[in-house]
């Protein structure tokens, strides 16, 4: 089974081809990122009109890349939410037209959960239940993944989201948008690395917070001695680093899981993952990088374990901009 996954819902407008949830047949993601730089943070209304010029050819792109035609696609599968309300309109839309006109079912997927699925998108598929830590420029959230496949949240961010962090840390630092890369490739260059930072570990809680870390960091700028500015960059990473992998080793032993999932833009942070492997008690899945920002390839593994939740496109659906789980819209009878 193919099913053609389309991903809208920030600054990357993405499309990809997987068979069976797993095997990825291709992948296209046109980045926004250079059209961000200038305002140093995504502009909703201007994503949602790049979503629209680019969406055409990024499908196109992934059906040719994949060396398919639209009779070889089973379904089509797009984000639904959560995510900019402007960028899914157009996504959603865009692949209910194309359902419509190649008479294909069409599946809604929850962005979170796609980005947990990139895990599947590997020669072995992790062993459930799982504990998964979701981290990107908008969400931190730790799942727990039942052995049905459903989810279950455990816990998430009260402020900023680790991306969030990383991006608003990065931009009081002088680096560009988006601050991940950069603020990690300058903490790689410290060298004294005696800096501590505070770590918000609400004990007893999954959840997280960041942002009284980035007010610490604001403080040590504005003062009048500041450290170079590559010790604070470490300080920083360190900070959210020890504070993620702590929290989701805990989580893991808690619930007694077989499996630790990293997923999402901030998942591509080496200092995380190796953090991660280092304290997690069981076998850990990270997907490659470039699975781990926003793309189709993880919408489309995710559709395939809903492929029983598949509608008619002309259903009454709509986008889900901050709802965590979705209602269930209603299957299509064949
Ligand atoms: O998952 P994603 O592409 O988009 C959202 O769903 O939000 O995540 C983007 C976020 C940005 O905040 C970016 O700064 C962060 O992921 N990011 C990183 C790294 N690569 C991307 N953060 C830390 N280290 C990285 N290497
Ligand atoms: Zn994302």
Redesign the pocket.
């Known amino acids: 089974m193919r099913i053609l996954g389309i991903e809208s819902?920030?600054d990357?407008t993405a499309a990809a081809v997987v068979e069976d949830g797993r095997r990825l047949l291709s992948n296209v993601i046109a980045s926004q990122t250079e059209l961000h730089r200038e305002t140093g943070g995504v502009v909703p209304e201007v994503a949602a009109r790049a979503h629209l010029r680019a969406l055409v050819p990024v499908v196109r792109a992934a059906l040719a890349e994949a060396s398919c035609g639209w009779d070889d696609i089973d379904a089509i599968a797009v984000t639904a939410g959560p995510g900019l309300p402007g960028a899914l309109v157009v996504g959603l839309n865009a692949a209910r037209g194309l359902a419509y006109g190649r008479g294909l079912p069409l599946i809604p997927v929850d962005?979170i959960e796609g980005?947990v699925r990139a895990n599947w998108l590997a020669e072995t598929v992790p062993e459930l239940p799982a504990l998964a830590l979701v981290v990107?420029?908008?969400?931190t959230e730790l799942l727990l993944v039942e052995e049905d496949g459903s989810f279950t949240r455990l816990g998430g961010t009260r402020d900023d989201?680790?991306?969030?962090a990383?991006?608003k840390v990065?931009r009081l630092l002088g680096l560009g948008y988006?601050?991940?890369?950069p603020?990690?490739a300058l903490a790689a260059t410290a060298t004294a690395r005696t800096l501590s930072l505070p770590r918000a570990w609400l004990r007893g809680s999954d959840d997280t917070s960041f942002s009284g870390l980035k007010t610490a960091v604001l403080q040590l700028v504005q003062s009048p001695n500041p450290p170079p500015r590559a010790e604070i960059a470490w300080a920083f990473e360190e900070s959210v680093v020890d504070v993620l992998s702590e929290k989701a080793a805990r989580a893991a032993e808690r619930e007694s899981v077989a499996s630790v999932l990293l997923a999402?833009?901030?998942a591509?942070?080496?200092r995380?993952r190796e953090r991660v492997l280092e304290r997690s008690p069981v076998s850990v899945w990270m997907p490659p990088?470039i699975l781990?920002?926003?793309n189709g390839a993880m919408i489309a593994a995710a559709a395939f374990a809903h492929f029983d939740e598949r509608v008619r496109p002309e259903a009454p659906l709509d986008i889900h901009p901050t709802v965590k789980r979705r209602p269930p819209a209603k299957p299509l009878r064949q």
Not at 178 to 181: A, D, L, T
């Open positions: 819902s920030c990357e962005h980005h990107s420029g908008g969400h989201a680790a991306g969030e990383f991006d990065a988006p601050g991940g890369p603020l990690s999402g833009g901030v591509a942070n080496h995380l990088p781990c920002t926003d």
